[in-house]
């Protein structure tokens, strides 16, 4: 399986912008980027996916480089709630029943 | 139901004693997963099915681990003869046609 590396941990302000950066250097073409994050005592919660160009959604944005091998999630503006564990997951294709590969995540601390 | 529910929450297990936690996917979910989170951040794949049906067992470990998808009931997955190191977090997960995987809150398995 392609691999993902992210930071372990980021610290930003509330109200700032955070971009939480991803390298997967070894991604195939049929690889979607996913990211899910994980806030304390609960499971992963989806918050973005895409396969080449940058995406927007309510909760974030995903901002993909033109040669794949990284990619950023953006948090616009962040509050105390998105304090969580930010995982970079490449899947395997649009299969519904392909399994995530879960990396050890970027623990954002976000401060008052 | 709107979520995927898992129960117990918490169960606490001597050595040697079986363990079992269940799991009720979404309604109209045809996939299922089982995660294992031990030490916070590690998350290790177990297996996942497609209705009743194993879809993806490469996870799961030969030995002490099973898991069933019956119709009309809920999934499970059953540890015989716990060891002090199956004590983790077990998220079950679902999902259907589309990119977005729905995790549970996980059960909390303590084995002294």
């Known amino acids: 399986d392609a691999k993902t590396t992210q930071p372990n941990s980021m610290e930003s302000n509330e109200e700032e912008p955070v971009h939480l950066p991803c390298n997967h250097s070894?991604?195939?073409?049929?690889?979607?980027i996913h990211w899910y994050r994980q806030l304390p005592s609960q499971g992963p919660e989806y918050v973005i996916h895409?396969?080449?160009s940058n995406v927007n959604n309510r909760m974030a944005s995903l901002a993909i480089a033109e040669d794949r091998k990284s990619s950023t999630l953006i948090l616009h503006r962040a509050t105390l709630r998105d304090a969580a564990v930010y995982y970079c997951?490449?899947?395997?294709?649009?299969?519904?029943?392909?399994?995530?590969?879960f990396g050890g995540g970027t623990r954002l601390m976000v401060k008052p | 139901g709107e979520e995927v529910a898992q129960t117990p929450k918490h169960l606490v297990r001597g050595e040697g004693q079986k363990a079992k936690l269940y799991c009720a996917p979404i309604?109209?979910?045809?996939?299922v997963f089982w995660y294992q989170q031990v030490l916070k951040n590690e998350f290790k794949f177990l297996i996942s099915?497609?209705?009743?049906?194993?879809?993806?067992e490469t996870g799961m470990p030969k030995e002490r681990f099973s898991a069933k998808c019956l119709p009309n009931s809920p999934c499970s997955l059953e540890i015989q003869a716990t060891k002090l190191e199956d004590s983790a977090v077990y998220f079950c997960?679902?999902?259907?046609?589309?990119?977005?995987?729905?995790f549970g809150e996980g059960s909390w398995l303590t084995v002294v």
């Open positions: 997960a679902s999902s259907s046609q589309g990119n977005t995987i729905y």
């Open positions: 070894t991604i195939s073409g049929t690889d979607y």
């Open positions: 895409g396969l080449t």
């Open positions: 997951i490449l899947r395997l294709g649009m299969g519904a029943g392909n399994m995530l590969t």
């Open positions: 309604k109209g979910h045809s996939y």
């Open positions: 099915f497609q209705n009743e049906n194993v879809f993806d």
